[in-house]
């Protein structure tokens, strides 16, 4: 369950000051405005869960059955939908707007989205493989895998094994980081470190499920709330 979620677009990478003067390295990401477009109940369809709606599109580049679920929430043509499950969404109401302002500096947070596509790529590129000498013969095949499977039995390579293929282009969520500063006014937050996806890229903020240990304090984050614990 969660108790803070937005959809957002990433920005782009910069760096600010701390208060000692440290340069701190940030993502900055537009966070929302985002808004209520359902409310799933467990009576209605099975679980309770929220569905938020973010960023303005025109309604031709929508399907008809997209612009009717939309019309009837009343926020406008949105691009991008997702559900969430919060740990409480009785405040929440269809047409509610969601912002920013969700979150706060010290938080911390899991950042979802679609990793930078790098095409086609050998398995040095793709997993980091040794290559071979290149000297004794060894050529021509310096870069490439080798030889992976067992003897004559099964006579074959099991799943999961490197390879050459496609090389990014798949959903990647970066847990556990800071936020640094959160400005409601522009719907921005600079979260510190690199997020998944090239500028513009979409992605999924949410409050961390990582165990956040602060001043010899052990507090665990659990997608369960009767597992929360803390101890010295």
């Known amino acids: 369950m969660l108790k803070q979620a937005i959809i957002g677009k990433k920005v782009g990478m910069t760096q600010i000051f701390g208060e000692k003067g440290e ?9 929302g405005p985002c808004y209520v477009v359902q409310k799933k109940t467990v009576e209605n369809d099975g679980y309770a869960a929220v569905q938020l709606g973010f960023e303005t599109v025109k309604e031709k580049k929508l399907s008809k059955p997209e612009i009717g679920h939309l019309k ?4 406008g043509m949105l691009k991008v939908l997702k559900e969430f499950r919060y740990d409480d969404d009785s405040a929440m109401n269809v047409g509610d707007a ?5 979150f706060k500096a010290g938080d911390r947070i ?6 930078k596509g790098k095409g086609y790529a050998g398995v040095i590129k793709r997993y980091g493989a040794q290559r ?3 000297t004794h013969g060894g050529g021509p095949v310096h870069r490439h895998a080798g030889s992976m499977g067992a003897c004559s039995s099964p006579s074959r390579i099991f799943k999961g094994k490197i390879g050459a293929g496609h090389m990014g282009a798949e959903q990647v969520t970066v847990m556990n980081l800071n936020v640094v500063k959160v400005d409601p006014e522009l719907n921005m937050i600079a979260v510190r470190g690199a997020i998944p996806g ?12 990582k165990t956040i240990r602060e001043k ?5 984050v659990s997608t369960n ?3 929360k614990s803390a101890r010295g």
């Open 132 to 134: 071979t000498p290149t």
């Open 98 to 102: 969601v912002t920013a302002s969700v």
């Open 225 to 227: 709330p009767q597992k």
């Open 198 to 209: 090239p500028k513009g890229g979409i992605v999924y903020v949410k409050n961390t499920v």
């Open 72 to 75: 009837k929430a009343g926020v």
């Open 216 to 220: 010899n304090t052990v507090v665990t």
């Open 23 to 31: 340069v701190i390295p940030v993502t900055v990401i537009e966070a």
């Open 110 to 115: 899991d950042v979802t989205g679609i990793s």
